[in-house]
């Protein structure tokens, strides 16, 4: 008995001694008692190049004329390579919801790309690296340091049949408040190269017709009007009359169409060079 009762004893005076030892260390040095918090701007493997090669080319299309082409932040868009839910996510699972509407009463519009586009994006966001006490913006790019000569070829061969210099565009860069606008505008003039819907159309005087939609119904009844929302499941539009219509999809029916002004822009993203989008900004900025 009396055995037992020395030997809980000598284990209660040992778990003290750590206790207190521990109390003491933590005392002298407070670091100890808090926990590591995670590194700020963290160094994640790196993926396949073929992999960083479609996340940039998806981003310069679906991403790049809000966020800008370094995604440091463009005219509408924040900075993603400081944002908290690019830097706290791992493989899309926080950017995923966002980019298929999670954040549309914040103005951030659904990305029509699939999780694995998404996924590609990511990973290329995260190789992009940032020093926590560096700004991106802080050394401005030279966004005109194209050819203006093979500008001007290039706007003639794949621009000139729907713009003009002389006509829609002209006096199209005194317009334009900074060298970045005019060249998000040009490439795709709804996509936010200013404040508004059209963004830096708006302001070069452009007319972009809205995007409509036509449904027609099982009955045959075709109803067209201006898009507002639609996913897999809905297709919502406002008739010219101004009248609400919502239609239920399931799968095919009922049938939709989309009617997109902006088709051709969005067509000509997927086939532009760095040196096209420099050479044609730099042609275009001529434009007085």
Sequence with gaps: MKRGFLA????????????????????QNPAARRPQRPEAYPDRPKAPQDVLDRGKATYGVS??????????????????????????????????PIVHGGRVEKGMPRIDIS????????????SLKVASRTDPN???????????????????????????????????????????TLQQTWMLPGGGGGRGP????QMAGLHVP????????????????????????????????????SFTRMGDIPKV???DPLAPHRELLKTYKDKDIHDVTAYLVTLK
């Design 198 to 201: 059209a963004g830096g159309a």
């Design 63 to 96: 991403c790049a004329f809000c966020h800008g082409s370094d995604a440091g932040g463009g005219e509408l868009g924040p900075n993603l390579l400081r944002s908290s839910v690019v830097l706290a996510d791992q493989s899309g699972e926080l950017i995923s």
């Design 8 to 27: 809980a004893l000598l284990i209660a005076v040992f778990g003290w001694c750590v206790i207190e030892t521990q109390s003491v260390a933590g005392a």
């Design 138 to 180: 802080e050394h401005n790019i030279d966004i005109v340091r194209g050819d203006a000569k093979a500008g001007e070829i290039y706007f003639q061969k794949t621009c000139a049949s729907c713009h003009s210099v002389t006509g829609d565009l002209k006096g199209f860069a005194s317009k334009m408040p900074t060298p970045k």
């Design 257 to 259: 169409e989309i009617h």
């Design 115 to 126: 999780d694995a586009q998404i996924i590609d994006v990511v990973s290329w966001l995260h």
């Design 210 to 245: 809205p995007t409509t939609v036509t449904v027609t119904t099982t009955t045959g009844e075709k109803v067209t009007g201006v898009m507002g929302r639609i996913d897999e499941f809905y297709v919502g539009l406002t008739e010219a009359d101004g009248k609400l219509r």
